[in-house]
């Protein structure tokens, strides 16, 4: 630990028979709890009760009464099917988790779900697990962020931040590869406070890990740059007591230890098989396992007063902890109070008052720009003022525009045991720029884990097409609600010559299908502009979606209001009265309906131009600004959007028409592209004057085609493209 407990309960002497009678309690309770539920998995919590009961009395700095306090130790439950382990440990030990919750593990309303719920207010449950191997890369997120706030905050007399990562990893976890992408980047950055238990019990849910997985993991990790250590006996406090104080004193690399266990240890008849894996050992079963164990076998939910109180002398301990940690913060207050106030306004989640001064802004007559530029020109622009904006890309930092100038790279400092200057760097663990190589489906893990830390604000960024890589991770996010920024570039077929395996396609109606998810794909750089805005203060997961191609400034002065924060808003309206069309698009579309609204007029038709950058945000407008937007009485309606139609036809209407490809894309210039499958200011005129029973002048304005030598509208919806 960071800072030596007293002794009594996380010192060196311990008695064994009391040891022995609080692993059996964590052992007996979580059985007895999934047998109860007739559901779950207790054959994790049984086999690593010794590991994770040392962990917890031994090294594990917490305070059951302030679960939030900053510089408390993290522990993830990376393999959260065994959810009943983490819940007897905080039931236990003090967290507001009354037996009542462990009672009605996996019932509906309870605190205790089959998995561990970060957005359930569980208290002591640090991130959502069970998707096997994002744990994994939540912990190497969260010792990021330690190390980065250590860095920026502490200073030679005052340490204001000094905390471990633990977690507890499974066979499955590491067969995962985000498990693996995660630890190759913790490697090379040497997070030595970063601490992982393997539960080494070679069970997974359908046998033996023989079956598919006899790697030698150790070497593989230590290939990686960890320290690992045996532990051959998973019941050996001792030894595991012994391990762990050796893998703190690896400060330049992270530690795996290696510990065998027997799932569903004391069972006479499920121990060492998958029987005991997934499923409750039975009534019969259970009642052998407390005799094996020296259990009452007439009760359930016992638990021995003295294993208890051993247990809850973590409340003393925590707030003892706590306390010194108190009195170092109060005179780094005195000795530092400009950093002290920077400190209380990061853990805080706050912004600076002052937080979107300065930021760019274009005019209609300016030049064209992608989104992806703009885009990367405002995140500089608030990284100078929000000091705590940390992030990267996945080796796409010259595509995505997302590098942080003059903001340094995040890597081991000179000065880490075993780095050489030359890996090294000036910045060291105080860079900003964390560089995540090829690695989407570990940086969306580690970016969650970076948020869920607390004191970051942290975002990602890679091609829209790669977020199926990440998709996982996102859905994680949005379930944890937290606040963390996803960016995407190269966003439509527009992306041209690198065709189909690189143009998205159902990307954004996938997306938009995630509970809690913000998507925004911005229309012009000005959007962008206010799409990087909301995306810095929304206290959930953003996902913001840019173009790769340069597109037009739009005129705006129309809309005096920030429409981008409503979702979707007036751009252009009908000239000469009331519309007779809604022409409806989100980003490079948005100006292809400015162009179709220009010639509708020359045409005689009332048309209003609807950008709706965010779903999701219109969503929560209340029903008159919707109305004013789109109101009922116009159903005449083209939607266009260089992705699949699916969803569009909420917007669409019962009389609309929708413009969107339902077919993958295909490599040419990417202004080809989008011509060659319809996405054109003339197939959008066209479109609205067949609605309104114009078919002789949709026909003359109509002339693009599409690859196939098909009308765009009728190769992307079978149904004429009517919803």
């Given at each position: ?75 993830v439950l990376s393999a959260g099917h065994g959810s009943m382990l983490l819940y007897s440990l905080l039931h236990l030990t003090g967290y507001d988790l009354p037996l009542d919750e462990i009672k009605r593990f996996r019932q509906w309303g309870s605190r205790t779900p089959g998995h561990p719920e970060r957005s359930l207010h569980t ?264 000091p705590n904006i940390i992030g990267g890309s996945a080796d796409l930092n010259p595509s995505t525009n997302t590098a942080l100038k003059e903001q340094g790279d995040f890597q081991p400092p000179d000065d880490t045991p075993g780095i050489s200057g030359a890996v090294g760097g000036k910045w060291g663990h105080t860079g900003r720029n ?160 400015v162009k179709a609204q220009r010639r509708l007029k020359e045409l005689g038709v009332r048309a209003r131009v609807v950008s709706l950058p965010s779903w999701e945000l219109f969503a929560e407008q209340d029903n008159s600004y919707r109305e004013r937007v789109l109101p009922a009485a116009v159903q005449k309606r083209v939607t266009i ?83």
């Amino acid at each position: 630990m960071s800072e030596q407990p007293n002794e009594g309960y996380k010192g060196a002497t311990h008695d064994t028979a009391l040891d022995n009678l609080c692993i059996n309690t964590i052992r007996v309770l979580s059985m007895d709890a999934v047998q109860k539920a007739n559901s779950g998995h207790p054959g994790l919590p049984m086999g690593a009760a010794a590991m994770a009961y040392v962990l917890w009395t031994r090294f594990l700095k917490f305070n059951p009464h302030d679960p939030l306090w900053p510089d408390r130790d993290r522990f993830v439950l990376s393999a959260g099917h065994g959810s009943m382990l983490l819940y007897s440990l905080l039931h236990l030990t003090g967290y507001d988790l009354p037996l009542d919750e462990i009672k009605r593990f996996r019932q509906w309303g309870s605190r205790t779900p089959g998995h561990p719920e970060r957005s359930l207010h569980t208290p002591g449950v640090e991130v959502s697990t069970g998707p096997l191997g994002q744990g994994f890369g939540n912990g190497v997120g969260m010792a990021i962020a330690e190390a980065w706030l250590a860095g920026r905050f502490n200073r030679p007399d005052h340490k204001l931040v000094d905390h471990y990562t633990y977690a507890l990893v499974s066979d499955g976890d590491l067969m995962e590869g985000v498990a693996a992408e995660a630890a190759s980047l913790a490697g090379h950055l040497r997070l030595g406070k970063l601490i992982y238990l393997y539960d080494q019990n070679h069970i997974t849910l359908a046998g033996a890990t023989d079956l598919t997985f006899t790697e030698d993991v150790a070497r593989r990790f230590e290939a990686y740059g960890w320290h690992t250590r045996g532990v051959p006996d998973g019941n050996d406090t001792d030894d595991i007591d012994a391990a762990l104080r050796e893998a703190q004193a690896e400060t330049g690399r992270p530690s795996l230890l290696l510990v065998r266990t027997h799932i569903g240890y004391g069972s006479p008849k499920k121990q060492d098989t998958f029987h005991a894996h997934g499923a409750p050992l039975g009534e019969e079963e259970v009642a052998a396992t407390k005799k094996a164990l020296g259990w009452p076998t007439t009760d359930t939910f016992f638990l021995p007063p003295e294993a208890v109180s051993h247990f809850r002398q973590a409340i003393n301990q925590g707030a003892t902890d706590q306390q010194a940690w108190q009195r170092r913060l109060d005179a780094y207050r005195s000795a530092y109070p400009a950093e002290a106030a920077e400190w209380d306004q990061v853990m805080g989640g706050r912004l600076p008052t002052d937080f979107a001064a300065g930021l760019p802004a274009w005019k209609p007559e300016d030049k064209p720009v992608s989104t992806r530029v703009a885009g990367g020109q405002v995140l500089n622009a608030l990284a100078q003022r929000i000091p705590n904006i940390i992030g990267g890309s996945a080796d796409l930092n010259p595509s995505t525009n997302t590098a942080l100038k003059e903001q340094g790279d995040f890597q081991p400092p000179d000065d880490t045991p075993g780095i050489s200057g030359a890996v090294g760097g000036k910045w060291g663990h105080t860079g900003r720029n964390l560089a995540f190589g090829v690695r989407e489906h570990g940086m969306g893990a580690i970016v969650n884990g970076m948020a869920a830390h607390g004191g970051i604000l942290p975002f990602s960024a890679t091609f829209f097409v790669f977020s199926d890589y990440m998709k996982p991770a996102i859905r994680l996010g949005a379930l944890m609600e937290l606040r963390v920024v996803y960016v995407f570039t190269h966003d439509s077929i527009a992306v041209g010559e690198d065709g189909p395996t690189h143009e998205p396609i159902e990307h954004l109606a996938g997306l938009r299908a995630i509970p809690g998810l913000t998507v925004i794909r911005p229309a012009d750089a000005n959007e962008t502009a206010e799409a990087w805005m909301i995306a810095v203060q929304r206290s959930t997961p953003t996902l913001l979606v840019l173009s790769r191609q340069n597109l037009s400034i739009l005129d705006r002065s129309f809309s005096q209001e920030a429409g981008v924060a409503r979702g979707a808003y007036i751009l252009a309206e009908a000239a000469g009265g009331a519309p007779e069309v809604l022409l409806i698009g989100t980003g490079s579309e948005v100006d292809l309906c400015v162009k179709a609204q220009r010639r509708l007029k020359e045409l005689g038709v009332r048309a209003r131009v609807v950008s709706l950058p965010s779903w999701e945000l219109f969503a929560e407008q209340d029903n008159s600004y919707r109305e004013r937007v789109l109101p009922a009485a116009v159903q005449k309606r083209v939607t266009i959007e260089a992705a699949a139609s699916l969803g569009w036809e909420r917007f669409a209407g019962t009389e609309g028409t929708v413009i969107g490809i339902d077919h993958f894309g295909a490599s040419a210039p990417g202004e080809e592209v989008m011509k060659r499958f319809g996405f054109t200011a003339e197939r959008v005129t066209a479109a609205a004057l067949r609605l309104l029973g114009r078919e002789e002048e949709a026909a003359r304005e109509d002339t693009g085609i599409d690859g196939q030598g098909e009308t765009a509208v009728a190769a992307t919806a079978p149904s004429e493209g009517h919803s």
